[in-house]
């Protein structure tokens, strides 16, 4: 007897092993993933994200650092300074107000403005300051010698606008001049001084 429930157990056994080791694998891989691998690969995960953040928020403090260095700077000048900056190089072109000044200008020097005409900035030359435009301005003047002519640029010259001389042409037989000037404006906002005051 023993040996015919000994041998129906080896048949049993031997009908059923592939099946039940498969499914005995299965179980021990599906509670692998769940209670090792998953929670692994979670971790793992983890640990990039906090990596990613940590590099983001290092990048977003050495950038609040610059900035709160910047606005230090800032904060240091003198209020008369940086006015006195913002009439050099105004936020906008203010095309009434230069030729009100180069009339001003002409009229001291003892010259008549005969042209003004005013181009789209070139900015060749400019140093590659953000926000930083310029205006180009071709002037006519006439009837005054070279010395009325140097009073006319020394005029431009002390003029709080800050002003470039990028050609002259005299002509001394018909006591005429040109002359082109570039004028600098801002193109983007200024930080503004008005919460300090």
Do not use: C
Request: charge should be neutral; hydrophobic fraction near 45%; charged fraction near 20%.
């Amino acid at each position: 007897m023993a040996s015919l429930s000994q041998s129906k157990l080896l048949v049993w056994i031997g009908r059923n092993l592939l099946p039940s080791g498969l499914a005995l694998a299965a179980v021990i891989l599906a509670l692998g993933w769940l209670f090792v691998f998953r929670p692994e690969f979670a971790r793992i995960r983890q640990a990039d994200r906090t990596a990613r953040l940590q590099v983001e928020r290092a990048a977003k403090e050495e950038y609040l650092k610059k900035l709160d260095e910047l606005n230090a700077a800032f904060e240091a000048y003198d209020a008369e300074d940086v006015e006195r900056v913002r009439a050099m190089i105004p936020a906008e072109e203010d095309t009434p107000g230069l030729m009100a000044m180069l009339e001003a200008a002409a009229r001291s020097s003892d010259l008549q403005l005969t042209s003004i005409n005013f181009a789209a900035g070139d900015t060749t030359g400019i140093p590659s300051v953000q926000g930083l435009g310029a205006l180009n301005i071709s002037i006519g003047l006439q009837h005054g010698n070279y010395q009325r002519f140097k009073l006319f640029l020394e005029a431009l010259e002390s003029n709080l606008r800050l002003f470039d001389v990028r050609s002259a042409n005299i002509n001394p037989v018909s006591a005429s001049y040109s002359l082109t000037i570039r004028a600098y404006v801002w193109t983007a906002s200024a930080p503004s001084r008005a919460t300090r005051l």
